[in-house]
């Protein structure tokens, strides 16, 4: 079991790709954690196991009984899944087994877990996130990693 403790300024969603979870620690995306602290609840919202929506914290269940592999995690919350995973919400859940352990590969200081991740940056060195005017999702130059800067 994780405990997410949302300490942001606004709710967000935790969704483990790849992870067998149960339908309520799947991250649905409107299974929203509101921010700790004192903020108005949505009136009417229902969250994905039918409870009402979590405030401060929500204990995510994974069982964690598959083979071994390296997943990862993101913010989903619904129509806002992007920026957070652009500024870096997002990280790996590592599952080991036995098997893995019996195979030669690199461990302990030696095992490093990669994440590629594709960015745009401004002149300044900044992080560039063209968003979208007209609704969710970035300006279409820059959908699928490119960038009317880069030749690709």
């Known amino acids: 079991m994780i405990e997410q403790v949302n300490e ?3 709710s967000t969603v ?3 790709h790849g992870g ?3 339908a309520p620690s799947d991250g649905w995306p409107l299974d929203v954690l509101m ?4 903020h ?3 009136a009417g919202h229902q969250t994905m196991s039918g409870g009402d929506m979590a405030m401060g914290s929500r204990t995510y269940t994974y069982p964690n009984t598959q083979r071994a592999a390296m997943r990862w995690y993101h913010d989903h ?3 806002y899944t992007a920026p957070p995973v652009y500024r870096g919400l997002f990280g790996l859940h590592l599952i080991r087994d036995d098997e893995e352990d019996r195979l030669p590969l690199p461990s302990g200081d030696r095992e490093i877990p990669l994440v590629i991740a594709d960015r745009a940056f401004a002149a300044d060195g900044s992080f560039l996130y063209p968003a979208a005017k007209d609704g969710p999702g970035v300006e279409t130059p820059y ?3 490119s960038s009317p800067t880069l030749p690709w």
């Open 8 to 10: 942001l300024d606004v």
């Open 14 to 16: 935790v969704h483990l």
């Open 20 to 22: 067998q979870a149960p």
């Open 35 to 38: 921010p700790a602290g004192d």
């Open 40 to 42: 108005p609840e949505p």
């Open 77 to 79: 919350t619904m129509d």
């Open 143 to 145: 959908m699928e990693g």
